[in-house]
């Protein structure tokens, strides 16, 4: 059963993914036959023996908590350049599957490792050539590198090559923001990137970014929720297991019930720590007047219950300096229902007021904002 992830690499899968790099495919179809390409994917996969014991002795789940981190085809163009430096090295076979293994596990190392010595100029070079796609003058430098000195080109290629911007934790987190950014809707491909940085590099995301992308994938579950139901919420996910995702579902999933959800305390002590979390500049206070817009607008001002108009009051209080928040809010509450609330509201708008010259409000806005509350 292991061995199923190994089948789906076929020689015309390779051939597809290789359409999207031309000058890539010319030169491996120029030193290997399609087969072969796909019998090294293959090998890259293929389950371990530490896998196949821990299958027989505890199923899947066992297995799969035993799997390498080298055994990745992810950033296939990236991992199939490497050929271009591991063929000048003289491997072949199962060294060839093993090295390029070595390379991905560089990729993914959650506190990457520096070569015993620093990379020789001409394997950078090479390396530079291979981000240009200029695949002849990689080979030459790589071969020029592997003459003067094998084994400290191969012992420093790995690292050197995994620590490249296009395919480090920092190029990782570009193009998952990226997609947050542009994505209004369920993206599986993006959500599947999110997972797989935050299970392997959390500890290495600061806090703000890793906070941003756990909301991200938040909202890409939700979606996912609206889609299918909240029977589709994967709740094997590990991130979804911590305690701050406990305590967003628990708001999400309970719908828009009049009556709070029984973890309502736990909920809150969660946004409360990521509202707390911001620094006092222009683009952390901008970040909290999102996330308190979002959870606004699950309700209508008319419909709110009393827990959730309490609730966001809190939140409030914790940006202390944030014009817009207290604006934004004031706003919401007058148009109330309730007489209490629309008094409330009146109370916000006057702290907006005196927050005019917080770190929220630029100073190009500041002459506008003024004569707009005034």
């Excluded at 371990?48 to 950033?75: I, K």
Aim: with cysteine.
């Amino acid at each position: 059963m292991l061995a199923w992830r190994t089948w789906w690499v076929t020689a015309d899968y390779v051939d597809k993914q290789l359409e999207r790099n031309e000058p890539l495919k010319t030169w491996l179809l120029e030193r290997y036959a399609l087969s072969d390409i796909k019998s090294l994917l293959r090998g890259v996969l293929a389950p371990t023996d530490a896998e196949l014991g821990a299958y027989n002795a505890e199923g899947v789940d066992g297995a799969l908590r035993r799997v390498a981190p080298g055994q990745s085809l992810r950033e296939l163009d990236w991992l199939l350049g490497s050929l271009v430096f591991w063929s000048q090295a003289g491997l072949d076979g199962a060294q060839l599957v093993r090295a390029m293994q070595d390379t991905q596990a560089a990729r993914l190392a959650p506190d990457p490792q520096s070569s015993p010595a620093p990379p020789a100029m001409a394997v950078l070079a090479g390396i530079d050539a291979l981000e240009q796609r200029d695949f002849p003058r990689a080979e030459q430098r790589f071969g020029e590198a592997v003459a003067a000195d094998r084994r400290g080109a191969i012992a420093s290629f790995p690292a050197a090559y995994a620590s490249r911007d296009a395919v480090s934790v920092k190029g990782a987190l570009n193009k998952v923001n990226q997609a947050c950014i542009d994505s209004d809707s369920y993206d599986e491909q993006a959500r599947f990137e999110l997972e797989d940085l935050l299970a392997g590099h959390e500890d290495a995301i600061a806090d703000p970014d890793r906070v941003r992308l756990e909301y991200c994938l938040f909202l890409f579950e939700r979606s996912l929720v609206q889609l299918h139901g909240a029977g589709q919420m994967r709740a094997s996910l590990k991130t979804l297991n911590t305690p701050r995702y406990s305590s967003l579902w628990t708001l999400e999933l309970s719908g828009r019930s009049f009556d709070p959800p029984p973890d309502l305390a736990a909920a809150e002590n969660w946004l409360a720590s990521a509202f707390r979390e911001w620094k006092e500049t222009e683009e952390d206070e901008a970040n909290a007047q999102n996330a308190l817009l979002e959870l606004r607008n699950r309700y209508n001002a008319r419909s709110a219950p009393r827990w959730y108009l309490d609730l966001l009051q809190r939140l409030a209080e914790l940006r202390p300096k944030n014009f817009y928040i207290a604006y934004d809010l004031g706003d919401w509450l007058s148009d109330g229902s309730d007489e209490a609330d629309v008094d409330k509201g009146r109370f916000w708008l006057e702290r907006a007021r005196e927050r005019i010259d917080g770190p929220a409000v630029s100073d190009a806005e500041r002459p506008r904002l003024s004569a707009w509350i005034s």
